[in-house]
């Protein structure tokens, strides 16, 4: 049961990012747990003891919730993927490059569960400005991502932007496709009939990237 402190309405603009705060630590939480889909706005509220009515004073919908997080998400991983691609000197092999941006998604799980359910669902039940400003946030780190990796590559502004994009989207789907820690993983790892089912996120996602990255490269240098 909710404590008084808990209950009360966050009234300064302090209090009220803290409580947004709190919540959205939350529903991480139970999302990286249960995967995104099984997670409602009563579980968060339970998760943080608040009565759901009281949450739409601070989100306005679970949706609202999830894309906060993946902007976030996005902030993040773009940091990260610029950080090791600053490690990684000059020149690193293509192949590096891809195995770098692969398993610094798959690293990140509750991300590449975000990545998935944003286009098909997250965009859809909030506010035109809410939509906007993930957007804006998710653009700028597609740009930085891309910026970074035209100081390794010879890649076009298009080209990076279609690399950064091509790994974000496929490690969205193929993260449903692999189901990791659900019983359709388990299924699909225990019927032989069903081996082909198994999806190795990581060295599946490498090869797609490397493939392109290799394709760009073939083309010629970048204008």
Request: proline letters at 4%.
């Amino acid at each position: 049961m909710a404590t008084r402190s808990q209950s009360t309405r966050a009234r300064s603009p302090e209090a009220k990012r803290a409580r947004e705060a709190t919540i959205l630590a939350a529903a991480a939480r139970l999302a990286t747990a249960n995967g995104i889909r099984s997670v409602t706005l009563t579980d968060i509220a339970t998760e943080v003891g608040m009565h759901k009515s009281a949450m739409l004073r601070y989100f306005e919908t679970r949706e609202e919730i999830f894309l906060r997080l993946a902007a976030a998400g996005w902030m993040e991983w773009s940091q990260a993927v610029r950080d090791a691609l600053d490690d990684a000197g000059q020149e690193p092999h293509l192949h590096a490059v891809a195995g770098l941006l692969a398993e610094s998604l798959v690293a990140r799980p509750l991300f590449c569960d975000l990545l998935a359910h944003t286009p098909m669902n997250l965009e859809r039940n909030v506010s035109l400005d809410s939509v906007r400003s993930f957007k804006v946030t998710a653009i700028a780190e597609v740009a930085a991502v891309g910026e970074a990796l035209r100081r390794v590559a010879a890649l076009s502004p298009a080209q990076a932007g279609d690399v950064v994009a091509t790994a974000t989207a496929m490690a969205g789907a193929l993260w449903q496709m692999a189901a990791p820690g659900t019983e359709l993983r388990r299924l699909y790892e225990t019927d032989p009939d069903l081996a082909h089912a198994v999806v190795d996120v990581a060295p599946r996602l490498t090869g797609i990237l490397g493939a392109l990255l290799q394709g760009y490269s073939a083309g010629g240098e970048a204008a």
